[in-house]
């Protein structure tokens, strides 16, 4: 991983000192809660239904054990003892007294971890592969690139209160695991045919209440001049984008309006003006960044690794956790390893502080101290021996953290939903529940396969509804949860957003819905079908009727 | 009324405001006038031709380029903060220095907060009139707060990159 030198940890010190200053503040009276409301919301603090939330920026989702020893440590000490990995890569923790952030704050510093522009009107925390650096897909490591713009977005004095909230995505893969089509600016990296490196540029893309799919503003832009041209996108937007409504306020509202055409000539246009040479970063600063990632040191193994076989024929739990749980690495005799954070019957994303510290360790032992987090709310160990496998999972299993369902039904994205959350109009923790409790039977969730469900208890789709092969919205009829379901949205490299299946169905039919989807799937699949594709070839038609037929 | 600070080197210092801000509605005083954009571009070249210092008002959706070729005229420019939560003026700021090279003075008025300070420095502002009663010593503490910044910007400091090769 990127380690801090001594100006990135001055410069984290800083800023948890300047809050500390605005909390006293706040707790001498000195400031009213509408004053100090920007001020927090800069720092990711919010106030929710229950409690204080405070959201901690894990920069490209990449952590190490120690820094997920301290997750432990403060979940112990100021939560209640457990944690919630969110779609943005970040760690929330939702049950803060405002009077111990400061101290959290100073505590997250010692480790080199923060919170700043975890939210407010500003760049947040840079999303990227969690495969970064281990699978042998990527033409460079996108990681390097993410730490660029953390540093440059970082306290950044133009861009710092723009019309909305902006987010970053980086890949470097031909397989997308970041969904960068639904980010504001999302970067693809990829080499040209005379072999240079350069960045697709995608531009306005999101959920929430307006949905749209990003455009692509650059082909090829060199990656030297990433910075300039970034600056160029955030001015034109800073500018220009609407700050009337908070609704129309993104991004993306302005690339639909100006047309992706318009959009990207203004922003050509203004990237002309600067003066690339001073607003690039020197090739001396890149190769510092990049060489301060961490190198790791892979043994040479052989591809066949013998005991991770012997294991996986005689254990079928094993089996079935290397069938959906690992991952092809780009070092023979390596394996990468997802943690899923989706254990039948529990929250999707929540970890308590015992499985933490049970992942530090064993990313200490077996995974040369790096962890990610994935923006489906999972952990992975980038980096472990195959022939560790066995010992990996009998150790994830005794923490209860082995489920074998990666990608499958029961792994679900969903928000904190009603249970917390100051904006949510129905609960999407229970209705996850429901539905994973319904592939309780692996042998079934396998035979189904690739299956995303993705579950927002509101319409600012914090839980990626458009793009789940399966969406579920909460919406509020007068006063009862009802959800309405959507198919065949795509967060991936086949992006596509999902389409509203019928009429809303009350909480206690959702489940069962899902089941008959999955019925009229398995029945009318081609070979090698996944759900999504099945629904591409057929449309609507055939599932509409398996949820709404029976009622008729 | 607001103060007005100004930087002086690394102090900030109280400074007395010559300046009258004149309302669009308002008939112009005698001496030094801050006017809308609007005022400016109807009734400039006679306000010039008084020989007295001339400062222009911009609001955030206002094109600080529509000024360009009268900058050498004027002793400043004054962007509009409606809110502080409207970042527009700083990429004013910013264009009058990096783009325009204006250098006369660049005073932020309006919602004008001293958790901007610093970056209202940064992208070239000079002059602000605090609305939230600060005092210059707090608005210092509030510009010098961060040892490092990681990016270029409109003033001189220099970037985390630049110290690191030092």
């Known amino acids: 991983m990127y380690r801090y030198d001594a100006i990135d940890r001055e410069i984290v010190a800083d800023r948890a000192a300047e809050f500390r200053g605005q909390v006293e503040r706040r707790l001498g009276g000195d400031l009213t809660e509408d004053q100090f409301k920007p001020l927090r919301l800069m720092n990711g603090l919010y106030l929710q239904l229950h409690a204080y939330m405070l959201r901690i920026a894990i920069p490209y989702g990449s952590v190490n054990a120690a820094q997920m020893r301290r997750f432990a440590d403060i979940a112990r000490q100021y939560d209640k003892g457990y944690g919630h990995f969110t779609t943005r890569q970040n760690l929330q923790f939702h049950w803060i007294k405002l009077a111990d952030t400061p101290d959290i704050l100073d505590r997250l510093a010692e480790v080199d971890l923060h919170a700043i522009q975890t939210s407010g009107n500003c760049i947040r925390n840079v999303t990227s592969d969690p495969f970064a650096g281990a699978t042998a897909e990527e033409v460079d490591d996108p990681r390097v690139w993410s730490e660029v713009i953390r540093q440059w977005s970082t306290l950044h004095p133009e861009f710092s209160y723009l019309p909305r909230k902006f987010k970053f995505a980086v890949t470097a893969s031909a397989k997308d695991r970041t969904a960068a089509k639904v980010h504001d600016i999302g970067l693809a990296l990829r080499r040209s045919r005379d072999g240079t490196l350069g960045f697709e540029v995608m531009v306005g893309g999101g959920q929430g209440r307006t949905p749209y799919l990003a455009s692509t503003i650059r082909e090829h832009l060199p990656v030297g001049h990433l910075l300039s041209y970034i600056q160029a996108i955030l001015r034109v937007y800073n500018r220009h984008g609407r700050r009337d409504n908070i609704y129309k306020a993104r991004i993306k509202i302005l690339v639909a309006s100006l047309g992706a055409e318009e959009f990207a000539r203004q922003v050509e246009e203004e990237w002309a003006k600067i003066d690339a040479p001073t607003n690039d970063l020197p090739d001396t600063e890149l190769a510092r960044i990049r060489a301060a990632f961490t190198p790791l040191a892979f043994e040479t193994l052989a591809p066949h690794a013998g005991a991770y076989e012997l294991a996986k024929a005689s254990d079928p739990a094993l089996a079935r956790f290397a069938r959906n749980n690992v991952k092809a690495h780009k070092v023979a005799g390596y394996g990468i390893v997802e943690v899923s954070l989706k254990t039948i019957g529990a929250t999707p994303g929540d970890i308590t502080a015992e499985q933490m510290d049970v992942v530090a360790d064993l990313a200490e032992r077996y995974g040369l101290d790096d962890i990610r987090v994935t923006h489906e709310q999972n952990l992975v160990l980038p980096h472990v021996k195959l022939d560790d496998i066995p010992a990996v999972h009998a150790q994830l299993a005794a923490t209860g953290l082995a489920s074998a369902n990666i990608n499958l039904a029961s792994d679900i994205i969903a928000c904190p939903g009603l249970d917390y959350c100051a904006l949510a109009n129905a609960r999407a923790i229970p209705i996850a529940q429901h539905i994973a409790e319904r592939f309780s039977d692996a042998d079934h969730a396998e035979k189904v396969g690739e299956l995303k469900i993705k579950i927002s208890g509101c319409i600012n789709a914090c839980g990626h509804h458009h793009v789940g092969h399966i969406g579920i919205l909460g919406v509020d009829k007068k006063g009862e949860e009802f959800y309405q379901l959507s198919l065949g949205g795509s967060g991936a490299e086949d992006a596509s957003l999902a389409q509203i299946l019928g009429p809303a169905l009350p909480a206690n039919r959702v489940a069962e819905a899902v089941d008959q989807l999955v019925e009229a799937y398995l029945r009318e699949r081609q070979g090698e079908e996944r759900f999504l594709d099945t629904f591409r070839r057929l449309g609507m038609a055939p599932f509409k009727e398996a949820v709404y037929a029976p009622a008729l | ?166």
């Open chain 2, 1 to 166: 009324m607001h103060p007005l600070f100004k930087l002086a080197g690394d102090e900030v210092i109280v400074a007395d405001d010559t300046f009258i801000d004149v309302a669009d509605e308002d008939a112009i005083p005698e001496g030094d006038v801050i006017v809308s954009l609007t005022r400016f571009q109807t009734e400039g070249e006679g306000l010039l031709a008084g020989g007295r210092k001339i400062g222009v008002r911009i609001q955030a959706d206002e094109a600080v380029e529509d000024l360009a070729y009268d900058l050498p005229r004027l002793s400043l420019v004054a962007p509009v903060f409606p809110k502080y939560r409207d970042g527009r003026a700083y990429t004013t700021a910013t264009l009058l220095r990096e783009r325009l090279g204006f250098t006369g003075e660049v005073r932020a008025v309006g919602d004008v907060l001293r958790e901007q300070a610093g970056f209202m420095v940064r992208c070239g502002f000079d002059a602000f009139q605090p609305a939230d009663g600060a005092t210059p010593a707090e608005w210092r503490a509030a510009i010098h707060r961060h040892r490092h910044v990681y990016q270029r910007a409109a003033d001189a400091r220099p970037p985390a990159f630049t110290e690191r090769r030092a």
